[in-house]
């Protein structure tokens, strides 16, 4: 029972930590840089972490194209488009990559599930909509909330067939934001084991500019090859800047 009790606070604890370190972070032992045309080292290995149906990434590493300037990172880290094609963003300290943070995009077109929403929500497929209309912007968070919810129930039931009782899952609740100029939210999902320990974390963004949706993912899992952090301390402190980053980008 007390084993039980500590877990409901480590999840709590690890769902509250970004929302607080969101604002209190940027403001302590925070560098700003100005991003370059410059790419850090690649991983050795690469694969790509799904969250719904995308597109094949744009020749080049996208992050070059989206990525603003000034961004701010702790200190001493430095955050940089991965080296090759692969939409990666790698996340370094001392040489060392720590973790990558990866970027698709999903064409609207080839997403019924999305297309289904959108139309809920007032918006015709293809549609230019001026977002600075607070009512535009109301019904694409709507549908991206629909869609994220989707998301969620798919992945529980994946969840609950791969692992029973064996792991605890737990949502993060959707929070409306603005990335770049386009309505977007934020998401994802905790897991731990029930015999004590994180098994993984994932964070989410995804925006949508009316013809696609941009996705954008990292996470805490050993079975993740990348899009990952290789230790949970190092997302945890990257969070709130990440936040910032996403915020921030040349969509």
Excluded at 28 to 53: H, L, R, Y
Excluded at 99 to 114: D, F, M, R, W, Y
Excluded at 184 to 189: L, V
């Amino acid at each position: 029972m007390l084993r039980v009790y500590h877990l409901f606070i480590a999840v709590v604890l690890l769902l509250l930590m970004p929302v607080g370190a969101k604002f209190v972070l940027p403001y302590f032992a925070g560098t700003k840089v100005e991003t370059k045309n410059q790419a850090a080292p690649a991983s050795k290995t690469a694969t790509q972490i799904a969250v719904g149906e995308t597109s094949p990434p744009t020749a080049g590493n996208l992050w070059q194209k989206v990525l603003g300037n000034n961004i701010v990172v702790p200190s001493g880290w430095q955050v940089i488009p991965c080296q090759g094609n692969a939409p990666l963003l790698c996340v370094s300290a001392q040489g060392e990559v720590l973790g990558t943070v990866e970027i698709s995009v999903a064409q609207v077109s080839k997403n019924p599930n999305l297309q289904k929403h959108l139309a809920d929500a007032g918006i015709p497929l293809d549609s230019k909509l001026d977002y600075k209309n607070s009512a535009n912007r109301s019904k694409a968070i709507a549908a991206l909330k629909a869609w994220a919810g989707d998301y969620y129930d798919s992945l529980s039931k994946d969840r609950q067939k791969s692992n029973g009782n064996k792991l605890i899952f737990a949502t993060h609740p959707l929070e409306e934001i603005s990335i770049s100029n386009l309505p977007g939210i934020r998401y994802g999902f905790t897991g731990i084991k029930a015999e004590g320990g994180l098994q993984e974390q994932y964070i989410s963004y995804a925006a949508f500019d009316g013809n696609s949706l941009y996705i954008i993912s990292t996470a805490f899992d050993p079975g993740a090859v990348t899009g990952k952090f290789e230790k949970l301390e190092n997302l945890v402190i990257f969070q709130p800047y990440l936040s910032a980053i996403v915020e921030n980008l040349n969509l």
